[in-house]
T-cell receptor, first 116, second 113 residues
Framework: AQTVTQSQPEMSVQEAETVTLSCTYD???????LFWYKQPPSRQMILVIR??????QNATENRFSVNFQKAAKSFSLKISDSQLGDAAMYFC?????????????FGKGMKLTVNP | DTGVSQDPRHKITKRGQNVTFRCDPI?????LYWYRQTLGQGPEFLTY????????KSRLLSDRFSAERPKGSFSTLEIQRTEQGDSAMYLC???????????FGPGTRLTVL
């Protein structure tokens, strides 16, 4: 079974600084997607960034970028120029395709605090 | 453009009662997913529909849980004989195609007393 591990339960960063959130996963599949979702307090989960495993180039979305290391099964999220609105729970998620499954497998999440 | 909506947003019930939650996906999204999120954990998959067909169910979905998606539009999740362990946030998500992003709703927070 696929598993996703976020080993850091909490992190804090100063406004305008850069922070990196770590995520590792375990799978035997070669075709899969990885995601970072953001869940602000009392608000719904939104997608931050997505990485297809077959793509060697790391995904980038404005201030958000990933470091995807397929062999190491590592998928970290870098947030540059942190803003107060980045404060939230961040979840790493895996989506495989074996057996037609469409479920997302989430890590436990990491709480990011942004200090002014 | 409306996103995924869920109703109610909060539900408090007594142990042993039945509860039903509703999810309205983004229009034209043919895939609909239910997840459960307990405090301090990430969401856990419960079940998913492609149109009206329920194609995948987690082992978490005990006999007390049933989900439907009549006519492939909105979906309902019913929990019978609720237990305190059912207290959680129930999240609904929808997507247009298999390889597309899942868009999440705001969730229904269930508290079982």
């Amino acid at each position: 079974a696929q598993t996703v591990t976020q080993s850091q339960p909490e992190m804090s960063v100063q406004e305008a600084e850069t922070v990196t959130l770590s995520c590792t996963y375990d799978t035997s599949e070669s075709d899969y997607y990885l995601f970072w979702y953001k869940q602000p307090p009392s608000r719904q989960m939104i997608l931050v960034i997505r990485q297809e495993a077959y793509k060697q180039q790391n995904a980038t979305e404005n201030r958000f970028s990933v470091n995807f290391q397929k062999a190491a099964k590592s998928f970290s999220l870098k947030i540059s120029d942190s803003q107060l609105g980045d404060a939230a729970m961040y979840f790493c998620a895996y989506r495989g395709f074996q057996g037609g499954s469409e479920k997302l497998v989430f890590g436990k999440g990491m709480k990011l605090t942004v200090n002014p | 453009d409306t996103g995924v909506s869920q109703d109610p947003r909060h539900k408090i019930t007594k142990r042993g009662q039945n509860v039903t939650f509703r999810c309205d996906p983004i229009s034209e999204h043919n895939r609909l997913y239910w997840y459960r999120q307990t405090l301090g954990q990430g969401p856990e998959f419960l079940t998913y529909f492609q149109n009206e067909a329920q194609l995948e169910k987690s082992r978490l979905l005990s006999d007390r849980f049933s989900a439907e998606r009549p006519k492939g539009s909105f979906s309902t999740l019913e929990i019978q004989r609720t237990e305190q362990g059912d207290s959680a946030m129930y999240l609904c998500a929808s997507s247009l195609e298999s390889r597309n992003e899942q868009f999440f709703g705001p969730g229904t927070r269930l508290t079982v007393l």
